[in-house]
T-cell receptor, first 117, second 116 residues
Framework: AQKVTQAQTEISVVEKEDVTLDCVYETRDTTYYLFWYKQPPSGELVFLIRRNSFDEQNEISGRYSWNFQKSTSSFNFTITASQVVDSAVYFCALSDPFWGQGGKLIFGQGTELSVKP | DTAVSQTPKYLVTQMGNDKSIKCEQNLGHDTMYWYKQDSKKFLKIMFSYNNKELIINETVPNRFSPKSPDKAHLNLHINSLELGDSAVYFC???????????????FGQGTRLTVV
């Protein structure tokens, strides 16, 4: 069965600190997608990144970076020089084998990040 | 233009009532979903439709009935509302862009349902 674990329920940092949000997944599929979403206090779900299982390149987008390691089934997310606006709940998600034809995303429990000024 | 829009954003209703949540996407996507987010923020799939065909119905009480009149719309009707139905309901859509190339899920802004 597929599963996503975000072991950190809450993280609190001070502005300008770097912070890494962990995501570990379980799947027997060889082809799958991994995603990160941000849910700010306003409640909407904001897409951050999509990565397919064949692309293990790390990605950097501004202050955000992602480290995908198939060997450890992890897809971790790092925010460099955190800002108060980064305060949100962050979700990691894994696609099921039928993603693209009506399949689902399996979400982790979410990590609530609080960045204090 | 909003890509995935749901109405209403807030819904407060009494137990036993019937209510509907509407969802529309203007992205031209073939697949639409309903997800439920509970009070602990956990997100779980309820339904998915691909080209108007029901694909996933994930252990949802049959008081919940999705309806997809066309590929751009997926509405959620809930009969005989119960206190435990209080949650945030998210509509989403995605697209198959070709062999092995699928988009992310684009989510609506959510509907906060409170049953009193």
């Amino acid at each position: 069965a597929q599963k996503v674990t975000q072991a950190q329920t809450e993280i609190s940092v001070v502005e300008k600190e770097d912070v890494t949000l962990d995501c570990v997944y379980e799947t027997r599929d060889t082809t799958y997608y991994l995603f990160w979403y941000k849910q700010p206090p306003s409640g909407e779900l904001v897409f951050l990144i999509r990565r397919n299982s064949f692309d293990e390149q790390n990605e950097i987008s501004g202050r955000y970076s992602w480290n995908f390691q198939k060997s450890t089934s992890s897809f971790n997310f790092t925010i460099t020089a955190s800002q108060v606006v980064d305060s949100a709940v962050y979700f990691c998600a894994l696609s099921d084998p039928f993603w693209g034809q009506g399949g689902k995303l399996i979400f982790g429990q979410g990590t609530e990040l609080s960045v204090k000024p | 233009d909003t890509a995935v829009s749901q109405t209403p954003k807030y819904l407060v209703t009494q137990m036993g009532n019937d209510k509907s949540i509407k969802c529309e996407q203007n992205l031209g996507h073939d697949t639409m979903y309903w997800y439920k987010q509970d009070s602990k923020k956990f997100l779980k799939i309820m339904f998915s439709y691909n080209n108007k065909e029901l694909i996933i119905n994930e252990t949802v009480p049959n008081r919940f009935s999705p309806k997809s009149p066309d590929k751009a719309h997926l509405n959620l009707h809930i009969n005989s509302l119960e206190l435990g139905d209080s949650a945030v309901y998210f509509c989403a859509s995605s697209q198959d862009q070709g062999p092995g190339d699928y988009t992310e899920a684009f989510f609506g802004q959510g509907t906060r349902l409170t049953v009193v």
